[in-house]
């Protein structure tokens, strides 16, 4: 799956329910909590991900320069750092994937047309009575 931004799922969610993000937010907002707020809160979630994402690179770019010594007390600073970069690509991840698999689902309701055929469950076998007899017991 590719990896989408928060801008291509704002997109998405424009999209499917036909109106800017803007008035999709302040319509939310007068409404009961319902898919709209959920993917709404979702985007928002994913795109402070991705704020967080950047802030943590460049502070941790900056933490290791070059130029800069590292010491005792700058290590503990790299580690936070590290830390919450990590964190905070989890957390994008895990967004972008959930919200990704709700459009996705959402996307083929709302789509016009016929629904694609379901493939066909393979019957599971019936067990053999006879080998099961005729097998000696312990």
Not at 34 to 47: D, E, K, V
Not at 56 to 80: K, W
Not at 117 to 130: F, K, R, S
């Amino acid at each position: 799956m590719p990896h989408l931004t928060s801008t291509e799922i704002a997109g998405r969610i424009e999209e499917l329910y036909g109106a800017p993000l803007a008035d999709l937010e302040a319509h939310a907002k007068d409404q009961p909590p319902g898919m709209l707020a959920a993917l709404l809160g979702m985007h928002h979630h994913l795109a402070f991900a991705e704020r967080s994402i950047a802030f943590h690179r460049d502070r941790l770019a900056q933490l290791v320069r070059p130029e800069r010594q590292i010491g005792t007390h700058e290590v503990s600073h790299v580690l936070d750092c590290a830390r919450r970069l990590a964190e905070a690509v989890a957390v994008r991840d895990v967004q972008t994937k959930t919200v990704s698999a709700v459009l996705q689902s959402l996307g083929r309701l709302s789509s016009p047309g016929p629904s694609p055929a379901l493939a066909p469950v393979p019957a599971v076998p019936a067990p053999c009575v006879a080998a099961a007899s005729a097998a000696p017991s312990r």
